[in-house]
């Protein structure tokens, strides 16, 4: 059985500039949710995508927006880049039913904006 | 928004002793789980509770979730030198429906002294 994975592993942009992050749910998994995980805290929910529509979002602004395939896998993508933006991105699939709390998360991208 | 207390944040012991963290929040949870994040990687769920009571373990690890749905602890016994990494608590919250995502505590870094 495939675990989450998520690309790139590293990404280095530039203030201003957009990015688009890629995740690969495991299998089986039909809800995926995306976190930011700034140096030393813990992961920070951002929004949660089922059957393709977003079904929850945490306190992010717009500018960060995501996209759930058929397939399931998923993207976040980052407009208007701030310095603050620079985290570890994890993405997390969980089953449907009992499991739906129970999420998974892949190795996560390292985002640096400089 | 809604925030976790989890103590100790860091802990330095000897191989071999027992380990005790907890998680506290004035909000109630339906869903607490642990999970264990080594550098460069995403967290890995270690236990996930349902139930208010609820007593589970998984290997040497041992988490409950409180009665009163504000608290969780997590025990290691025995502890080995591959334990060491940051600890996470988080939780679904009551009327969260799955659709708020998790909310994480801080962690709390083991670390193992020869």
């Known amino acids: 059985e495939t675990g989450v994975t998520q690309s790139p592993t590293h990404l280095i942009k530039t203030r201003g500039q957009q990015v688009t992050l890629r995740c690969s749910s495991q299998?089986?998994?039909?809800?995926v949710s995306w976190y930011q995980q700034a140096l030393g805290q813990g992961p920070q929910f951002i929004f949660q995508?089922?059957?393709?529509?977003?079904?929850g979002r945490g306190n992010f602004p717009p500018r960060f927006s995501g996209l759930q395939f058929p397939n399931y896998s998923s993207e976040l993508n980052v407009n208007a880049l701030e310095l603050d933006d620079s985290a570890l991105y994890l993405c997390?699939?969980?089953?449907?039913?009992?499991?739906?709390?129970?999420?998974?998360f892949g190795p996560g991208t390292r985002l640096t904006v400089t | 928004g809604q925030q976790l207390n989890q103590s100790p944040q860091s802990m330095f012991i000897q191989e071999g002793e027992d380990v005790s963290m907890n998680c506290t929040s004035s909000?109630?949870?339906?869903?607490w789980l642990w999970y264990k994040q080594e550098p460069g990687e995403g967290p890995v769920l270690l236990i996930a509770l349902y139930k208010a009571g609820e007593l589970t373990s998984n290997g040497r690890l041992t988490a409950q979730f409180g009665i009163t749905r504000k608290d969780s602890f997590l025990n290691i016994s025995a502890s080995i030198p591959s334990d060491v990494g940051i600890y996470f608590c988080a939780g679904q919250l009551l009327w969260g429906g799955g659709a708020d995502g998790l909310t994480f505590g801080k962690g709390t870094h083991l670390i193992i002294q020869p």
């Open positions: 299998s089986g998994h039909n809800t």
């Open positions: 995508y089922y059957r393709e529509e977003e079904n």
């Open positions: 909000s109630i949870f339906n869903t």
């Open positions: 997390a699939s969980s089953p449907a039913g009992k499991g739906l709390y129970e999420q998974y």
